[in-house]
């Protein structure tokens, strides 16, 4: 019978997971820890509005289930050796040095965890790999564990079976992607282990989405499930660029193809780019094993992937200096939206970041507003000290008491003088902007430039000011 779960790594991953767990076994006690003790702080914060990732349906969760059957917490070691379960979901970033660097994933959160399980844990536990991590990871894993046993009596000896089990959950929609997921993957050798993992999700999702494989396929398939996203991204990404300088439109491009049943419709908005922590690390690991198991030709394929992304990206900067006559020095523009997709406060390779640093060198001044990220993490994404006109909700409710963020923005004069506007995240709020008012602030000829196809063209085309959308290109005055 499983009584403690324990999940190491209260981040985008474990919180949200383990609050689900939480919420669907009642008679299970789900206690997530982390050696970050203000984010565990801020797990624990009686403002539901201040817990550390903001995910839509998170805080009904969370204040559901918190101090009932779900704990988070610094005591790593005291809730290892309570644990029938340990689910590893700790950071897999890519490393930054030594043999591998930009591609490889460094393993030293993962492999701390392992030296950690391997010391504290008691009796029989089952090692779940939530993590993303490279192809026979399972394997470094199962040696660190076992390692430590060999010089114990027997009398003291622990056992441990690994399982592989990703998430494939998106922010912004975690919450329901953990409730109605498409599938569960199990990877794994033991039946008795699988068949225990399989039982948690049995409680609330249906048999026939569990899926079981061995352990190498299912951490395969999660490195191969965002690799396929990600190309197809930067497959209709590439066709917006053509769109633009054809007079196709990539919606209608979109729409066509999108109607074959074996390409469907999904993942084929046009963006500035993909972000977000994954994408990009996942596929330059994938790069990273092509190579390291001789299979150049493999490798190269997927690293176009990540090279039409960031191509995408300066290709927007290029645009914005053409249109605003060659030259940004000292010219004022306006960034709506740094997280790097709407409702989520993530910024993590946010293709904002980018952008916004190749205006910076430009000379351009930037004004950003976002609803949900701070001004805190903005100055920290773009290295500079500190930014002064950056707003989001918080600060600009404070200012105006008033909660309507166009008004507020207005009265705050952001779009006072601007030369430009660049729409990058698409939060819905920036669909209903009433352009005619934003251009009697803004300096002629202001532009808008719409990276997400989401602005509402007929007031911008009212409004008198220049227009120019991603996959679309410059929409002309009559
Ligand atoms: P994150 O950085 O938000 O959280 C990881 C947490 O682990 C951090 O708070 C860190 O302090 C903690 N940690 C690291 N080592 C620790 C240790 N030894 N003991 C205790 N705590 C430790 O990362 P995330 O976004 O939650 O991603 C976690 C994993 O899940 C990654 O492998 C990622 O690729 C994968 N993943 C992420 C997403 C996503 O949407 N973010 C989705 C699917 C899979
Ligand atoms: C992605 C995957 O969708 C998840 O299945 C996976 O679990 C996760 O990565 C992970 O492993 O971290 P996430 O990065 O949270 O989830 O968000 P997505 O919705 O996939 O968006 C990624 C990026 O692609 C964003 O920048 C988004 O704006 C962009 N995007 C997405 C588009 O530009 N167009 C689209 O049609 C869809």
Request: glycine share 6%; charged share 25%; with cysteine.
């Amino acid at each position: 019978m499983i009584k403690q779960v324990c999940c190491i790594g209260a981040g985008y991953v474990g919180g949200p997971t383990m609050s689900v767990f939480a919420d669907k076994c009642k008679d299970i006690n789900f206690n997530v820890v982390d050696v970050n003790a203000d984010r565990i702080a801020a797990w624990n914060s009686k403002d539901l509005s201040k817990l550390p990732i903001f995910e839509p349906g998170l805080d009904e969760i969370v204040k559901r289930c918190r101090g009932k059957n779900l704990t988070f917490s610094t005591e790593v070691h005291k809730c290892i050796s309570e644990a029938d379960i340990i689910f590893i979901s700790v950071n897999t970033p890519t490393k930054t040095k030594g043999i591998g660097a930009g591609k490889a994933s460094d393993l030293k959160w993962v492999e701390s965890c392992a030296r950690q399980i391997s010391e504290h844990a008691r009796g029989y536990t089952i090692v779940v790999e939530k993590s993303t991590l490279p192809v026979r990871t399972g394997e470094v894993i199962k040696d660190i564990l076992d390692s430590s046993q060999s010089s114990l009596n027997s009398k003291k000896k622990n056992s441990f079976d690994i399982l592989s089990n990703p998430e494939f959950l998106a922010e912004g929609t975690a919450i329901d992607d953990l409730e109605n997921p498409d599938r569960i993957l199990i990877g794994g050798s033991n039946e008795n282990a699988i068949k225990v993992l399989h039982d948690l999700y049995k409680r609330w999702v249906s048999e026939e989405k569990i899926i079981h494989t061995n352990l190498w396929s299912s951490e395969l398939a999660k490195l191969t499930a965002n690799a396929f996203l990600a190309q197809r991204l930067s497959s209709i990404n590439s066709i917006s660029a053509l769109c633009e300088v054809t007079g196709a439109d990539v919606r209608e491009v979109s729409r066509a193809i999108g109607k074959d049943r074996r390409i469907g419709s999904k993942f084929l908005n046009v963006g500035p780019g993909f972000g977000g922590s994954c994408f990009k690390k996942d596929i330059l690991n994938l790069v990273y094993l092509a190579n390291h198991f001789g299979l150049p030709e493999v490798a190269d394929f997927w690293e176009s992937v990540v090279y039409l992304n960031s191509w995408n990206q300066d290709r927007l900067t290029r645009i914005i200096l053409e249109k605003l006559f060659g030259t940004l020095t000292e010219k004022k523009i306006g960034i709506l939206g740094f997280s790097f997709k709407a409702n989520t406060n993530d910024t993590r390779e946010s293709p904002a970041i980018q952008i916004c640093k190749n205006l910076l060198n430009e000379g351009a001044f930037l004004k950003i507003h976002d609803p949900k990220v701070s001004q805190k993490q903005i100055a920290l994404d773009l290295g500079i000290p500190s930014i002064e006109e950056c707003l989001n909700e918080e600060n600009l409710n404070k200012k105006n008491k008033d909660k309507k963020w166009e008004k507020s923005l207005l009265r705050n004069d952001f779009f006072e003088n601007l030369d430009a506007v660049v729409v990058l995240t698409e939060w819905s709020i920036y669909s209903d902007i009433d352009w005619g008012k934003v251009s009697k602030k803004m300096r002629s000829p202001g532009w808008v430039f719409d990276t997400r196809l989401i602005v509402d063209e007929e007031k911008v085309i009212n409004s008198g000011l220049c227009f120019w959308r991603v996959g679309v290109g410059t929409l002309k005055r009559n």
